[in-house]
């Protein structure tokens, strides 16, 4: 069920006519049914493996919990000494059981999403003939696959570490897990973070509905104005790369950012604002990332569930582990402090990147993009110092405003860079894409008559960006004031004839500008990982 379609706005009225007309203590039985609607439209079957990954994890997140209850028993007289001897061995007893529920969801997840890849690369580098006659591996994957699994996941390392209580009501739990508004596309929501919400009793508001529906409209706006009209215009180039040469590259690169932004961003909108209208609120996934000024901080702000996933699950594991300890310490000895720190500091993210890519599908392009994004963070570690340094020697004014212009467009231009990897049709084109940016500028296109795109089409995105350029502007201007307002906070202190006004403009310019037909683009980009 696209949720750009006229369908799902019939599915949210609907819901929230019934959520608001069940009593408090029942809202959540609401949320379930309509979440099993809607994955349910995907497809039965994969219904039912999420399903069934839930009872298994709901199962195993039992036992755990048994194991903290325990746990708290037997400690709760005891002396210090023997209070540590049984959380250890009360640890060690769910740690079994999160290997086994992690064995399970991370195996369905490289089942699904990485099997064909492996079989395809043993065949191509391992010439024997048993190893060839084994068939080719493709399975479509289940909807939002890799951001379900990455919630539970979450639930349960958390659980295994007591920062939450196992939720003992299956059916709750499976609320969790396939809320409607996040199973597709994310924020991946930590239970800490949204169960409570979605338990609690939430009263019709107004304006809450308000806020919700300015969200949504600004969502669509970005996806079916801006990001389905640019598709267009990248998939042609990306389709037959070889085709074309020379500075194209720079630009299709340049439009793939701008619809991928719109295209996720969009649906992060869309679907938050349809959460919001329940009345539960869900996390910020994109906070304005063409505005960093280096990767590090361009990551902090796109795809910030993600980011805080694989900070939390990954990174920090893999650098306080044992055998990274001990690893670090002799890479210190050999290669000394400074640039041991430095390369030992790299392992956790090179890991963390490499996975990454793999999240986004078994790929080599996806792997590369990694990879790529990877050395280059590592980079800015390394010379973050040496360049801090040599800017002082040049006297060059940090604070100024051309300064922290040139920083953005030089982390735009390497994510651009890192666009054309993600896109290739294997590494080739992607080398292909890069070395004929750089070194073919004899070639000249004309956008609107070697494209499909006609010039009133390029019209409608430049205006489009520079609507979203000033909105983003307006947004970044009150989150750097600190005063905790956005630019809905602003529009509901405005009166209610300004607020119907915004509200019937977004929906005329996506009546009238957004992309219908057989040539829009229906599927969001990431409903693929």
């Known amino acids: 069920m696209s949720v750009i379609s006229y369908l799902f706005i019939v599915f949210l009225i609907c819901t929230l006519i019934i959520y608001y007309i069940m009593p408090g203590k029942f809202q959540w039985i609401v949320l379930l049914g309509a979440s099993l609607v809607f994955y349910g439209y995907a497809g039965i079957k994969y219904l039912l493996l999420v399903v069934t990954e839930a009872v298994i994890v709901y199962l195993f997140s039992l036992r755990m919990q048994k194991s903290l209850d325990e746990q708290e028993i037997l400690a709760r007289d005891a002396d210090r000494r023997t209070a540590r001897k049984i959380?250890?061995?009360?640890?060690?007893?769910?740690?079994?059981?999160?290997?086994?529920?992690?064995?399970?969801?991370?195996?369905?997840?490289?089942?699904?999403?990485?099997?064909?890849?492996?079989?395809?690369?043993?065949?191509?580098?391992?010439?024997?003939?048993?190893?060839?006659?084994?068939?080719?591996?493709?399975?479509?994957?289940?909807?939002?696959?890799?951001?379900?699994?990455?919630?539970?996941?979450?639930?349960?390392?958390?659980?295994?570490?007591?920062?939450?209580?196992?939720?003992?009501?299956?059916?709750?739990?499976?609320?969790?897990?396939?809320?409607?508004?996040?199973?597709?596309?994310?924020?991946?929501?930590?239970?800490?973070?949204?169960?409570?919400?979605?338990?609690?009793?939430?009263?019709?508001?107004?304006?809450?509905?308000?806020?919700?529906?300015?969200?949504?409209?600004?969502?669509?706006?970005?996806?079916?104005?801006?990001?389905?009209?640019?598709?267009?215009?990248?998939?042609?180039?990306?389709?037959?790369?070889?085709?074309?040469?020379?500075?194209?590259?720079?630009?299709?690169?340049?439009?793939?950012?701008?619809?991928?932004?719109?295209?996720?961003?969009g649906c992060m909108d869309i679907m938050r604002g349809a959460s919001e209208c329940f009345g539960i609120v869900l996390g910020e996934n994109f906070r304005r990332p063409y505005f960093s000024q280096t990767l590090p901080e361009f990551w902090r702000r796109w795809h910030i569930s993600l980011g805080a996933f694989f900070r939390e699950y990954v990174f920090y594991p893999v650098s306080?582990?044992?055998?990274?300890?001990?690893?670090?310490?002799?890479?210190?000895?050999?290669?000394?402090?400074?640039?041991?720190?430095?390369?030992?500091?790299?392992?956790?993210?090179?890991?963390?990147?490499?996975?990454?890519?793999?999240?986004?599908?078994?790929?080599?392009?996806?792997?590369?993009?990694?990879?790529?994004?990877?050395?280059?963070?590592?980079?800015?570690?390394?010379?973050?110092?040496?360049?801090?340094?040599?800017?002082?020697?040049?006297?060059?004014?940090?604070?100024?405003?051309?300064?922290?212009?040139?920083r953005m467009l030089r982390t735009f231009v390497l994510c651009v860079i890192g666009r054309l990897i993600f896109m290739g049709q294997g590494i080739g084109s992607s080398i292909w894409m890069i070395r004929s940016g750089f070194t073919d500028w004899g070639k000249v296109y004309d956008l609107v008559g070697d494209f499909t795109l006609a010039q009133g089409e390029w019209s409608v995105i430049l205006i489009s960006c520079i609507v979203l350029l000033a909105v983003s502007i307006a947004q970044e201007i009150l989150e750097r004031r600190e005063t905790g307002e956005d630019i809905r906070g602003w529009l509901m202190r405005q009166n209610v004839w300004f607020r119907w006004l915004v509200m019937v403009v977004g929906i005329s310019s996506i009546v009238i500008c957004g992309v219908y037909g057989s040539g829009a683009t229906k599927a969001f980009i990431y409903e693929q990982f």
Request: proline share 3%.
């Open 87 to 265: 959380k250890n061995t009360e640890k060690v007893k769910r740690k079994k059981y999160l290997v086994a529920a992690l064995f399970i969801v991370i195996t369905i997840l490289v089942i699904f999403k990485a099997l064909g890849f492996l079989i395809e690369n043993i065949k191509r580098f391992v010439p024997i003939d048993r190893i060839q006659d084994i068939p080719d591996f493709k399975l479509v994957a289940p909807l939002g696959i890799s951001f379900y699994t990455f919630m539970i996941i979450s639930y349960l390392v958390d659980l295994y570490n007591g920062r939450i209580s196992a939720q003992r009501n299956f059916l709750k739990y499976l609320t969790y897990v396939m809320y409607f508004p996040h199973v597709t596309q994310g924020p991946i929501a930590r239970y800490e973070e949204v169960g409570h919400q979605m338990w609690e009793h939430h009263r019709f508001n107004s304006d809450v509905i308000m806020r919700g529906v300015w969200l949504i409209i600004w969502g669509a706006f970005k996806k079916m104005v801006i990001a389905d009209r640019i598709s267009a215009f990248t998939t042609e180039i990306f389709g037959d790369v070889f085709s074309y040469k020379g500075m194209i590259f720079w630009a299709v690169g340049i439009a793939y950012s701008i619809q991928i932004y719109c295209d996720f961003s």
């Open 320 to 406: 306080t582990s044992k055998l990274f300890l001990k690893l670090n310490v002799k890479i210190r000895d050999h290669i000394g402090n400074v640039v041991g720190k430095v390369f030992a500091a790299s392992i956790p993210i090179l890991c963390v990147w490499i996975l990454t890519g793999l999240w986004h599908g078994a790929v080599w392009n996806y792997i590369a993009w990694g990879l790529y994004h990877g050395i280059l963070i590592c980079m800015s570690t390394l010379f973050e110092q040496p360049l801090d340094r040599l800017t002082h020697r040049l006297k060059i004014r940090t604070e100024c405003a051309s300064w922290q212009i040139f």
